[in-house]
DNA sequence: GAGCACTGC
């Protein structure tokens, strides 16, 4: 067995930070090798390569001495498949406790648990599990390491608010700033508190680790000192762990460009033209740029007899069909050089198999984005990296890092998250990166608006709770509930499913768009499109699914996306299943379309507007605010301008866009919410 | 007549 450091024992060389009570680890901790068991002799030693790995002992070390231990870690130390395992070896899952490990995705959590299975012989969802929406791969007291995306473990504290089978937990990637991260490290600061031998583990990157530190920094309170004398430390620790990442030589122009798609051809050009072979990966900000760019590089090489034949010039974006967006994985052609014109897609989602990427950065972003950007160009050997703008306009204008998402969102479901787990005085949650006043008031009268929260914002019985039981937005959650008496759930259910995988923007579509199939994919929705609106055009499209028996051909005959359908049924069945336990009759309404409208009305009448008399461009305003708005173009009530319509969210680009547009009638707004509209006497309903 | 990215419950 490899040796550990275990409590009473000489404690493990570390040096005392400059900043006051920071620990850093100095390095150097080479745990003295000892053999493994022959069996597991190369996965072991695999293990052992790590950079993770000699600092073992003393993250167990810090681990066991402090109620909150913050790790610094590159990409590729290998910190999150290995630490879950020391902590195991050393005794932390015994006594039927378990040791988590939060994710923000679902798909690492996935990966990583597979990973970890392997790695201590054993099949996975016994003694190591995950948890991810729609997929429970545990099993109750075998499990012992248990994988999770934070969204779980946040839906996991309404059962048991202080997470009390846990002995640590791992946040990891918390530098990612996620809605859910944040909550989740909001309120495990808070469980800290009832729950002193509770051991955080926060994994983020360098540049957030102080704003993480002060935050679990906390004052010391008399209970408190008392635990500090039980030899756990309060203050939290931070150590580093290096990476395995290249390095990446950083090279910036002299002076700002004007035309940045000019300068990145320019420097594309320049770059194949003096450097030896390697692939090029460029970042743009869109579709139109990207496009441009190709062009651009296409005459050049038509005009210039010196850089033709070498460039293999590929477009990235998500609205680039699959098989477009696959061939930049295809391995660059002997005597080539592969150019990559993307948008920052390829930041984080993407892996791109490429030997040597040089790689160049446009557009204010924040330094953080722009050192994983760079970073992309190191990860199978030495880069390069061209940014485009100066030097001095890195260092002193860009911002650290980008504005947490919590502070630039709709607060909506994080309050109403937080009520039902107890959390009363939301203005006063102590949050890593609090979102301003004025956002949280906003959200919570629109709770109350949706009597999701009484007079004393408390959650309404039986409407809060059972909207606070459904994991989406509140508003899609009403309509939920108020289908109920409409009779229409069935049809509700898939609407809603349709809303909610089509989050913001296009991702995730019902509908297959992009450049060349426009006029086809357009003919196709004509034949869905319902004089209601986009609603009712989804419930046409989801019945000519199930009408073809769920079947891929039919969905590309008719230019819907397969993929988000497959989705949809996946969201819907889980829906049912919600809406059932909260005591909703699954019925539909066959054709009666009225229904399906007013429940629409129950949950967005908030999102009311009316169209401008005499507007000749299809303008219309909002009840709530008066704001100037328009129906999207991809709406098939695009051009239709019916006087009274619901959208169901804003787009905001060179004007404010409705996308997914219902008509209604206004004396059904009253119906749904008397509170809201008696205090709209200035907007007379008519 | 419009689309930078798309996670999570």
């Known amino acids: 067995m490899a040796q550990f450091w275990?409590?009473?024992?000489?404690?493990?060389?570390?040096?005392?930070?400059?900043?006051?009570?920071?620990?850093?680890?100095?390095?150097?901790f080479s745990s003295s090798s000892s053999s493994s068991g022959y069996g597991y002799a190369s996965i072991e030693k695999q293990r052992q390569r790590l950079p993770v790995y000699k600092y073992r002992t003393a993250i167990l070390y810090l681990v066991e001495t402090h109620a909150t231990t913050i790790i610094v870690g590159e990409t590729g130390s290998g910190k999150t498949t290995q630490i879950p395992q020391f902590l195991k070896e050393a005794g932390w899952a015994s006594g039927g406790r378990l040791i988590a490990c939060t994710q923000p995705r679902r798909l690492a959590v996935q990966a990583v648990a597979s990973r970890v299975a392997e790695e201590m012989g054993v099949k996975l969802g016994e003694e190591v599990g995950y948890t991810i929406?729609?997929?429970?791969?545990t099993k109750p007291d075998v499990t012992v390491l248990k994988f999770l995306t934070d969204g779980v473990l946040l839906r996991e504290m309404m059962d048991d608010p202080l997470l009390t089978k846990y002995s640590v937990i791992m946040v990891d990637e918390a530098h990612e700033r996620s809605i859910s991260t944040d909550i989740l490290l909001g309120l495990l600061k808070k469980v800290q508190k009832r729950r002193p031998e509770l051991r955080l583990i926060i994994s983020s990157a360098t540049i957030e680790a102080k704003a993480m530190s002060d935050f679990f920094r906390k004052r010391k309170k008399r209970r408190e000192l008392e635990n500090e004398e039980n030899g756990i430390q309060l203050e939290p620790a931070i150590l580093s762990v290096e990476g395995r990442g290249f390095n990446v030589q950083i090279n910036y122009v002299e002076e700002p460009v004007q035309d940045y798609v000019q300068a990145a051809v320019s420097t594309v050009l320049l770059i194949h033209e003096r450097e030896p072979p390697g692939d090029i990966l460029v970042f743009l900000t869109g579709?139109?740029?990207?496009?441009g760019a190709v062009q651009l590089i296409a005459d050049e090489v038509q005009t210039s007899k010196k850089h033709s034949p070498g460039l293999v010039v590929l477009p990235l974006y998500?609205?680039?069909?699959?098989?477009?967006?696959e061939l930049v994985f295809s391995p660059t052609p002997r005597g080539k050089r592969k150019v990559i014109i993307s948008t920052n897609i390829a930041e984080t989602s993407l892996t791109l198999e490429i030997t040597d990427v040089e790689n160049l950065?446009?557009?204010?972003?924040?330094?953080?984005?722009?050192?994983?950007?760079?970073?992309?160009?190191?990860?199978?050997?030495?880069?390069?990296?061209?940014?485009?703008?100066?030097?001095?306009y890195f260092l002193n204008h860009m911002s650290n890092e980008a504005i947490p998402e919590i502070q630039r969102s709709n607060l909506v479901s994080c309050i109403i998250h937080l009520k039902a787990l107890g959390i009363d005085n939301i203005l006063g949650f102590d949050w890593p990166a609090s979102p301003s006043p004025e956002a949280m008031i906003r959200a919570l009268e629109v709770l109350y608006s949706l009597g999701v929260l009484d007079d004393d914002a408390k959650l309404t019985s039986p409407t809060g709770f059972q909207v606070a039981e459904i994991p989406l937005d509140p508003m899609i959650s009403k309509m939920i509930i108020a289908s109920n008496q409409f009779g229409c759930s069935e049809e509700?259910?898939?609407?809603?499913?349709?809303?909610?995988?089509?989050?913001?923007?296009?991702?995730?579509?019902?509908?297959?768009?992009?450049?060349?199939?426009?006029?086809?994919?357009d003919e196709a929705k004509l034949r869905f499109a319902a004089a209601e609106g986009d609603h009712v055009t989804f419930l046409n499209v989801y019945k000519g699914f199930l009408q073809s028996g769920k079947s891929s051909q039919w969905c590309h005959k008719n230019y819907v996306n397969y993929h988000a359908m497959r989705k949809v049924l996946e969201v819907r069945e889980q829906l049912r299943r919600i809406a059932q336990r909260i005591g909703i009759v699954l019925k539909s309404c066959e054709s009666d379309m009225q229904v399906v409208r007013k429940a629409v009305t129950a949950g967005f009448f908030a999102n009311t507007c009316r169209l401008e008399e005499y507007s000749h461009n299809g303008m219309y305003k909002t009840i709530r605010g008066s704001q100037e708005v328009y129906i999207h173009p991809s709406?098939?009530?695009?051009?239709?301008?019916?006087?009274?319509?619901?959208?169901?969210?804003?787009?905001?680009?060179?004007?404010?866009?409705m996308r997914n547009v219902i008509?209604?009638?206004?004396?059904?707004?009253?119906?749904?919410?008397?509170?809201?509209?008696?205090?709209?006497?200035?907007n007379p309903l008519h």
Do not use: M
């Open 492 to 521: 509700i259910i898939t609407v809603a499913a349709v809303l909610s995988i089509q989050v913001k923007l296009f991702a995730l579509s019902i509908w297959i768009s992009g450049r060349g199939i426009q006029k086809e994919s």
């Open 6 to 28: 275990k409590p009473g024992t000489e404690k493990p060389r570390l040096v005392d930070d400059e900043e006051g009570g920071v620990l850093f680890f100095s390095g150097g």
């Open 133 to 137: 929406r729609f997929e429970d791969v």
């Open 663 to 682: 008509s209604i009638d206004p004396s059904w707004l009253l119906e749904a919410a008397p509170h809201f509209y008696q205090l709209q006497q200035s």
């Open 318 to 325: 998500s609205g680039l069909p699959r098989a477009e967006q």
């Open 361 to 392: 950065v446009v557009a204010p972003i924040s330094k953080a984005s722009a050192k994983q950007r760079a970073g992309r160009a190191g990860r199978v050997r030495p880069g390069k990296c061209y940014r485009l703008y100066a030097e001095e």
């Open 635 to 657: 709406s098939v009530l695009f051009r239709v301008n019916p006087k009274w319509i619901i959208y169901s969210s804003l787009v905001s680009t060179d004007r404010q866009y």
């Open 287 to 291: 579709q139109d740029d990207i496009d």
